[in-house]
């Protein structure tokens, strides 16, 4: 039932690993989003996918890297971890890339050591 | 540049009082769309409301209203008779057209309503 579904909800890892993110959504949603919250709640735009189009690439080190496989699927996956990475990464999607309502999934909360 | 500013970052009432969140936006866009999520202590993001530019009626929902002015780039937040289960941080965001679909956050209003 869950609309939109990350995994996993938390992470804890080391600086230097690598780790992946997952994001899927049953809305039927052309667009997919991931934002960025940091230790002072600020919500920040990482990346979009209309479509499995890439439509919105923000200023990110190009450590992170984001892939839809298809439309109800948007996964990132961070390279080289650093400090600095941990933060709350929440997935989000909307039916169309202009300005519609986007609905967020539930976070992943990452720590890095 | 587009800019949202919620000035207020922590509010606290006692419960039943009413509390206003103010929200004020940059855009130059003429056609934009305005958001309001609260995000509760278990962290997850709700969507509360989307306003567009050029529908400047107030909105009600049960113990929730906003009031949008375009003279004054606002859109306040207003919880009339607030119970504990409102305490939460608050994100008034903005999307406009020339910015491919991406929410332009304010830093949000931390709301602890106090039994």
């Known amino acids: 039932d869950t609309a939109v579904s990350q995994t996993p909800k938390y992470l804890v890892t080391q600086m230097g690993n690598d780790k992946s993110i997952k994001c899927e959504q049953n809305l039927g949603h052309d667009t997919m989003y991931w934002y960025k919250q940091d230790s002072k709640k600020f919500l920040k735009i990482m990346f979009s996918y209309n479509n499995k189009e890439l439509i919105i690439n923000e200023t990110v080190p190009n450590r992170f890297s984001p892939k839809s496989p298809d439309k109800a699927h948007l996964n990132l996956h961070i390279n080289s971890l650093e400090l600095g990475d941990s933060a709350v990464y929440f997935c989000?999607?909307?039916?169309?890339?202009?300005?519609?309502?986007?609905?967020f999934g539930p976070g992943t909360r990452l720590l890095v050591l | 540049a587009q800019k949202v500013t919620q000035a207020q970052t922590e509010i606290s009432v006692v419960e039943k009082e009413d509390v206003t969140l103010d929200c004020v936006y940059e855009?130059?866009?003429?056609?934009?769309?305005l958001f309001w999520y609260k995000q509760p202590p278990s962290g997850e993001l709700v969507f509360l409301i989307r306003?567009?530019?050029?529908?400047?009626q107030n909105e009600i929902s049960g113990r929730y209203s906003w009031n949008f002015q375009k003279s004054t780039s606002s859109f306040n937040f207003t919880i009339t008779a607030s119970q504990v289960v409102d305490s939460a941080v608050y994100f008034c965001a903005l999307s406009g057209s020339s910015n491919t679909g991406k929410l332009i956050f304010g830093q949000g209003t931390t709301l602890q309503v106090k039994p």
């Open positions: 855009t130059r866009d003429t056609t934009y769309y």
């Open positions: 989000a999607s909307s039916q169309r890339k202009f300005q519609e309502t986007q609905y």
């Open positions: 306003r567009n530019s050029f529908d400047e």
